[in-house]
């Protein structure tokens, strides 16, 4: 315990040159969709349950080298009581564990750059073998030009069961007055923050992101599922104590999909909102968009105390 506190203050005090206010070293988050309709002829309603658990431990090598490890498992699941054909993934219920790790570099007090190797379990734990493992990685250059503004831009890949996936990333971190601040990495996520006091804030935000997971179950003979959605949300966070925050926020999920496709059924390239090369046909029956809430435990550390 001795060892952590150190490698924390150590870290905290190495971060403070790296234009971050804190981090989120701990998350544990729930969400519960409504229950929401199908395309016909499915006359059920189907309700979404997501967990995610994310632990970041970062490593100071120097006073400008930091060697970034994260780690988050994500669950998805869709219960329902409809009837469908055995070959098709229901009720769906899958995992990812997606590790982030790499080297976060300050050339000086205005440049940087971060290159990250990000491997991905994607499965529903069935037959689990080299088949449901995928990689990737993330290359970013930043500019920092004041305290309260950090630029980055790069973008992200990786080798879905569908195909491969690029996207461009653009960083903002923006403290617009000392009580409006935005944080995104676009076209993934967006935060707008309000302060209202030292313990409270809150705002609007957006995340939407695409995955795909391996069906190892005999009967899906190795299908694989792709999940989809852009949540735009409300959000309130309050801090608890002891670097404790209690998060909730509550929204709609729009174009969300969860779709079975055989799994020699591949596009040519996939970028956010696009696909190209795409003659897949679904095997499965679309769920509606629907609201949600979801509700965070966040252990956050400060850094420029």
């Known amino acids: 315990m001795k060892i952590l506190i150190i490698s924390i203050v150590i870290f905290s005090l190495a971060m403070s040159a790296y234009a971050q206010k804190s981090i989120d070293l701990v998350t544990l ?22 967990g995610n658990i994310s632990l970041t431990l970062p490593v100071v090598l120097s006073d400008k080298t930091i060697y970034y490890n994260n780690i988050n498992y994500y669950y998805f699941g869709v219960q329902n009581n409809a009837t469908f054909d055995d070959s098709i993934a229901n009720p769906i219920s899958v995992s990812g564990i997606i590790v982030r790790t790499g080297i976060v570099q300050k050339i000086n007090d205005k440049h940087g750059f971060q290159i990250l ?25 930043e500019r920092t030009y004041s305290d309260d503004f950090t630029f980055r831009f790069g973008a992200m890949y990786n080798q879905e069961f569908s195909g ?54 005999d009967d899906y003979k190795n299908d694989y599922l792709v999940r989809q959605s852009i949540d735009l949300y409300l959000y309130e966070r309050y801090h608890i104590g002891s670097n404790i925050h209690l998060e909730t ?44 809430i979801n509700v965070r435990l966040v252990y956050n550390l400060p850094l420029d105390d």
Do not use: C
């Open 29 to 50: 988050s729930g969400t519960y969709g409504f229950p929401s309709s199908y395309e016909t002829p499915i006359t059920e309603k189907g309700t979404e349950y997501r």
């Open 164 to 217: 491969p996936y690029v996207v461009p990333l653009i960083y903002l971190d923006w403290n617009i007055t000392n009580k409006v601040s935005v944080v995104s990495l676009l076209p993934v996520y967006m935060k707008i923050k309000y302060k209202y006091s030292e313990r409270f804030e809150f705002g609007i935000g957006y995340f939407g992101l695409m995955t795909t997971f391996r069906l190892g179950h």
């Open 117 to 141: 190797f990000v491997p991905r379990l994607m499965t529903d734990f069935n037959n689990v073998g080299s088949n449901s493992f995928q990689f990737g990685g993330i290359a970013m250059y």
């Open 249 to 292: 926020r509550l929204g709609y999920s729009l174009g969300r999909k969860y779709s079975q496709y055989n799994e020699n059924d591949k596009v040519s390239l996939s970028i956010p909102l696009a696909t190209f090369g795409d003659n897949r046909t679904q095997a499965n029956i679309p769920i509606d968009n629907g609201a949600f």
